[in-house]
């Protein structure tokens, strides 16, 4: 059983498009995240949502809007999309906000993003 | 602000051999330090993790890692590797404003 599945695994795109990628998540967490891996591998966190409410927000462009329809999905909607959107995208959950700093983070397999 | 620093981007061992990865913290409150483990074209997973209770901590797959205070270090090591072993491992520090803040990884490759 996938505990954090994203889809689509693989996401090719145009320049100016728009796309979203999914999160869900069956493990009952109170907290998502969507990260952003580049082509360094230096993983970044862009958002975090607890129990549907945006916890945390850095600095990323207003064209990344996420959305939690309920605590069990965080989706990932981007307007407009630019060459340097190509990365890829984790998902990712915890019991509590950073798990009072010492919970487990549990990763999606990831959305590889490329934009042409 | 907390982060963490990752000595050395690229790892190579022999089968067998000692793997040692060195992850070095800064925080200026007592910090809560994770491995993360990234196998090819998967997510990360989590290793093991540093919450005050024991300065060496156990993890899975044979890895342990152990908190020095005076070294600001949480090196991750393990005496025997294998090849299954090969992949990317980031250390990570969980900080005050609820983010866990990510190494730049070190990749373990694994000589037959």
């Known amino acids: 059983d996938t505990a954090v599945s994203q889809t689509p695994k693989y996401l090719v795109t145009q320049m100016g498009n728009d796309k979203s990628i999914k999160c869900e998540q069956n493990l009952g967490h109170d907290t998502m995240y969507w990260y952003k891996q580049d082509s360094k591998k230096f993983l970044k966190i862009m958002f975090s949502y607890n129990n549907k409410e945006l916890i945390i927000n850095e600095t990323v462009p207003n064209r990344f809007s996420p959305k939690s329809p309920d605590k069990a999905h965080l989706n990932l909607h981007i307007n407009s999309l630019e060459l340097g959107d190509s990365a890829v995208y984790f998902c990712?959950?915890?019991?509590?906000?950073?798990?009072?700093?010492?919970?487990?983070?549990?990763f999606g397999p990831g959305t590889r993003l490329t934009v042409l | 602000a907390q982060s963490v620093t990752q000595l050395g981007s690229h790892v190579s061992v022999s089968e067998g051999a000692l793997v040692l990865l060195r992850c070095n913290y800064s925080?200026?409150?007592?910090?809560?330090l994770f491995w993360y483990v990234q196998y090819p074209n998967q997510g990360l997973q989590l290793l093991l993790k540093?919450?005050?209770?024991?300065?060496l901590v156990k993890g899975i797959n044979g890895f342990e890692a152990e908190f020095k205070k005076s070294e600001t270090s949480f090196h991750l090591t393990k005496p025997s590797a294998h090849m299954s072993d090969a992949a990317e491992y980031f250390c990570a520090v969980s900080s005050n404003d609820y983010k866990l803040s990510f190494g730049a990884g070190t990749t373990v490759t694994v000589r037959a």
């Open positions: 925080s200026s409150v007592p910090p809560y």
């Open positions: 540093y919450t005050s209770a024991a300065t």
């Open positions: 990712a959950s915890s019991q509590e906000l950073g798990g009072a700093h010492t919970d487990t983070q549990y």
